[in-house]
Structures are given as structure tokens and as C-alpha cells.
């Protein structure tokens, strides 16, 4: 029998997370998959380790990123899905079955992003689809907040790569991950695009995959991470976004750069930030930008309501979260 899905696992010096990673592939109850690591040139073993336990997998010689891996998986896989997994994960044994069928569930389709939960605070939220504002900003819908509030599945603006399944031919049509991200927001990049050529984005939460988080760049702020985050939301916008949206969206942008710039000096990476704003004004134009099409004006008004109610989910969520913060502040 044929299977469906490929489990592309993108690894770079991750040993520590590849045995639990696999045994919980192991568990599946749904078997209609095939595994494949990508390696990203790790030098602490992986290699090793995944050679004597006979995976199937690429070895890069050097580190091409998330995006690079992961377009190597993507083209190697024969499946009309494939499954994007972190390294540090752990599926819940339903995982593969409820990703595949919710993306069986219509043609319009294009990924389906699961119910990532925090490994070591598993009452918590991780991610419950990515989604994106007119400040921006893009966020984690459902971060930090209890997981029964994430029950319902729903249209979400993308998903997040770190465990979500995609239909393979649809990359064909609009485009593989944008290798010029290397990592961070290239999620959201492909998932914009799918919207601009009208397919769907949703959430599952019937698949649950319990995720450790920032398991390669090893901390949640850092100066590369915050770098690279900034020069890639320049790319985000300039790439996907009309010139006449861009124009409309200049106020609000720029609003949100400038908070987003007083957050990172508060923290201490002000100049990380601002050298990779510079960066992505600067290399912008070499990348590739989404030719308008008139056919498609639709999906772009429906896609700035989104950006629009995007923003007010998030000022929603933060404000829960903070207070949720607070009241656990008190009871302690």
C-alpha cells in the first residue's frame, strides 16, 4: 500500500530530541507514513545516531536553515502530503490520522496546523495556528493560554511548520519555502501565498503534539533570532502584499515597527533589531515578489479583513494573558 504522508524532520545538532521525536512516531496508530530526516550539517552525533538506527535521511553538509531542509524533504517525498515536524516534538499517538483527515476534507485545503501544546507545562498553549496583523506583527494564536480554550477547529491565517501538514502539489502552483528566510516567518510567507491563490489555512485540535520550543536556536529572544525576524518581516510584506496595500498598510506597519523596536531595546537587542530592518530595506528587491493578478482582488480584501481582525485578536489574547499572569501572580 501506498502511503499518503511523509514526515519530513528538519535536524540540526538536535540528538538529544531525535529518540523521544521518534518513539512517539512509533506510537502512531495510524502507519500510513513514511519518515524522513533532513539533516542540516549537525556536527554532535546525529548523523551517527541516525545512520545505526537505520532512518531514512538527507545529509546537507552545511546548515541551509529550516527552509532549505525542508524544501529538500518536500521535493524528495513521493506522498500527496507531507507532515513538517520540529525535532523537539512528541505526537500524541492520534496525530498523523487527525492531520490527515482534516486536510482530506477539501481540495481548497492547502495545510493544517495542529495543537501544539508546551511540553513542560502541558495545561498550556504553545501554538493553535500562526496568524498576522496590519502592525506586522506575526504571532502564535493561543500562546501561553490553557488548552481547553482551543478545542474548535477554524480557519486559521497559516500554519505553524513546526507540526502541521501541507498538500504537496499546491508548493508547484505557488512556491516552496523562501530559501532567503533561512528560518523564522517562512510560515507565514508560504501561508500568505496560499491565501493569495485562494486556498485554505485551518487548525486541528484533534491533533495534539506536545513541543519543547526554541529546541535549536536554544533561547526564545537571541541576537540571531531577532536579526533574522526583522529582516524577514521586511521581506513578508514587500513579497506578498500589492504596492497599493503596502501604501495602505504603511501607518499601521510602521506603528507596529516602532513598537516592536522599543520591546527590543527594553530587552536589549535594539541594535539587532534595527541592523535587520536596515538589512531587509536594503535586499528586498532581490527577492521574489507575488505578481498581482485582478482575479485575485478578492482574496486580497478578504485577506486585509483578516490582517485587520488579526490585530484585535492578538491585543485580545495579550490582555488575557496578562491578566491570567497577574491573577496567578496574586494567588502565589
Known amino acids: ?50 545512520e545505526s538506527h537505520g532512518i531514512p535521511s538527507i545529509y546537507l553538509k552545511e546548515n541551509t536553515g529550516f527552509s532549505g531542509a525542508v524544501n529538500v524533504g518536500i521535493r524528495e517525498a513521493k506522498t500527496p502530503y507531507v507532515i513538517l515536524l520540529n525535532n523537539d516534538t512528541e505526537a500524541d499517538p492520534d496525530y498523523v490520522g487527525e492531520l490527515v483527515r482534516a486536510i482530506e476534507r477539501s481540495p481548497k485545503i492547502f495545510s493544517v496546523s495542529s495543537r501544539m501544546v508546551q511540553m513542560h507545562r502541558k495545561e498550556l498553549m504553545d501554538d493553535a495556528g500562526d496568524m498576522y496583523s496590519v502592525l506586522g506583527w506575526a504571532y502564535q494564536r493561543g ?6 480554550r482551543y478545542g474548535r477547529s477554524c480557519s486559521v491565517f497559516a500554519a505553524c511548520a513546526g507540526a502541521a501538514i501541507y498538500r504537496r502539489s499546491v508548493f508547484d502552483e505557488i512556491g516552496y519555502f523562501d530559501e532567503k528566510h533561512f528560518a523564522y516567518l517562512e510560515d507565514i510567507d508560504v501561508g500568505y501565498r496560499a491565501r493569495i491563490f485562494g486556498y485554505r489555512n485551518v487548525y486541528c485540535p484533534s491533533a495534539v503534539v506536545y513541543h519543547v520550543g526554541s529546541g535549536t536556536s536554544g533561547s526564545k529572544y537571541n541576537s540571531f533570532k531577532v536579526r533574522l525576524a526583522a529582516r524577514n518581516n521586511v521581506y513578508l510584506n514587500y513579497k506578498n502584499m500589492p504596492f497599493l496595500q503596502l501604501l495602505l498598510n504603511l501607518i499601521p506597519i510602521a506603528v507596529g515597527t516602532g513598537l516592536k523596536y522599543q520591546f527590543f531595546r527594553r530587552i536589549g537587542f ?4 534595527a541592523d535587520g530592518l536596515k538589512e531587509g530595506i536594503r535586499t528586498a528587491r532581490t527577492c521574489r515578489k507575488v505578481r498581482f493578478s485582478p482575479s485575485r482582488l478578492m482574496n486580497y480584501i478578504v485577506i486585509e479583513a483578516e490582517l485587520i481582525a488579526g490585530t484585535f485578536l492578538y491585543v485580545y489574547e495579550f490582555s488575557r494573558r496578562k491578566l491570567g499572569n497577574r491573577k496567578a501572580c496574586r494567588r502565589n
Not at 538529544?16 to 524522513?36: G, H, S, T, V, W
Not at 500562546?143 to 481547553?148: H, K, M, N, R, S
Request: aromatic share 8%; hydrophobic share 35%; charged share 25%.
Open 1 to 50: 500500500m501506498e502511503h499518503k504522508v511523509t514526515i519530513v524532520i528538519p535536524n540540526y545538532n538536535g540528538l538529544k530530541f531525535m529518540e523521544p521525536c521518534m518513539a512517539a512516531l512509533e506510537r502512531q496508530r495510524c502507519r500510513n507514513f513514511d519518515i524522513l530526516v533532513v539533516d542540516n550539517g549537525s556536527t554532535d552525533g546525529s548523523v551517527q545516531w541516525l
Open 143 to 148: 500562546v501561553g493560554q490553557p488548552t481547553e
Open 270 to 273: 535594539a541594535k539587532d533589531y
